[in-house]
């Protein structure tokens, strides 16, 4: 599993996160914090979305970055929502980069 050597908001706003194997990802906020996965936006059973694209102000925005543990991260965004862990794993799979779009689906 990759690991983030360095990750830093960009002056645009957007997540950039440099992986341990090289690989630089950028992660636009709206699409990011539509990925929450925690049970406020994703239903634990049955996996149903919550949330949706109206239900997020389109210039959400990342205020904070907290690290869990040795495998994840938690966000605090503008529209007040912050229960959300993204894995490493997860935020890697979320890379929306010509690169990591045209590899096959190992992640």
Request: glycine share 8%.
């Amino acid at each position: 599993m990759s690991e983030p050597r360095r990750t830093e908001r960009q002056p645009d706003g957007r997540l950039g996160i440099l992986w341990d194997d090289g690989h630089r990802a950028i992660y636009d906020p709206l699409p990011l914090r539509l990925a929450c996965k925690c049970a406020h936006c994703e239903d634990e059973w049955t996996g149903e979305r919550r949330i949706s694209a109206s239900g997020v102000p389109a210039d959400v925005s990342l205020l904070d970055i907290k690290p869990v543990g040795r495998y994840g991260y938690q966000f605090h965004w503008s529209d007040g929502h912050s229960a959300g862990i993204y894995t490493f794993e997860r935020l890697r799979a979320l890379c929306a980069c010509d690169v990591c779009r045209a590899a096959p689906p190992t992640r």
